[in-house]
């Protein structure tokens, strides 16, 4: 099947600096890209969706210049948590699907602001 | 999207058949149904879908109620490797593959 690549899975970071967050489909294209942020226990929250050329959507409540989300190609998408802070800390999970097909995850990253 | 009910926590004995029921009562025509399972510190693991009809896989099978308006994922021989969350989600399939997740149930398989 399809496979979704996010790279780093864990990144321990000093409070203030910035952190990039990688999301590749490894066979196929994925003109849409969403970025999802889970908290310990709890289900995944939509952060926002990624499109191919194009400024990403952001959910309600969701930084936009907090977190930058760039999608260059139809194969990579990055988020990067600017000056991050403790609070920051989670678990940042990415998905891609084709047109008309299920989505598919990353691994996953746990980001530790210290 | 309609919204699905699950309950919170289940435990299966491994070796035995893993049920686990999902209420959709609002799914709309164009819905299908969707499982999902995401072991602890990973990311969601796509099981099955369907739309009106059971289905089978090499993981699983969906039984999916005539009105539609429930529907039950079969684990046949469950593993303790099946211990995880599994969140059932009703979805149109259309370009933009957004997905609401509920809470998920939490199955812990037991020696």
């Known amino acids: 099947g399809a496979v979704v690549s996010q790279h780093p899975s864990r990144v321990i970071c000093k409070s203030g600096t910035s952190v990039k967050i990688e999301c590749r489909s490894l066979d196929f294209q994925a003109t849409t890209m969403f970025w999802y942020r889970q908290f310990p226990k709890k289900s995944l929250m939509l952060m926002a969706t990624s499109n191919e050329g194009s400024k990403a959507t952001y959910e309600q409540g969701v930084e936009k210049d907090k977190f930058l989300i760039n999608h260059a190609s139809l194969t990579l998408s990055t988020l990067t948590v600017t000056s991050a802070h403790p609070e920051d800390s989670s678990f940042y999970i990415c998905?891609?699907?084709?047109?008309?097909?299920?989505?598919?995850f990353g691994q996953g990253t746990r980001l530790t602001v210290v | 999207d309609a919204k699905t009910t699950q309950p919170t926590s289940m435990d299966c004995a491994e070796g035995r058949a893993a049920n686990l029921p999902c209420n959709h009562s609002t799914i709309s025509g164009n819905e299908y149904v969707y499982w999902y399972r995401q072991i602890h510190s990973q990311g969601p693991q796509y099981i099955i879908h369907?739309?009106?009809?059971?289905e089978t896989n090499e993981m699983a099978s969906l039984i999916i109620t005539e009105d539609r308006k429930s529907s039950t994922l079969i684990l046949p021989h469950a593993t303790l490797r099946d211990t995880a969350v599994y969140y059932c989600?009703?979805?149109?399939?259309?370009?933009?593959?957004?997905?609401?997740w509920g809470a998920g149930t939490k199955l812990i398989i037991k020696p």
């Open positions: 998905s891609a699907s084709r047109t008309g097909d299920r989505a598919f």
């Open positions: 989600i009703v979805r149109v399939v259309d370009s933009n593959y957004q997905l609401i």
């Open positions: 369907g739309l009106k009809n059971n």
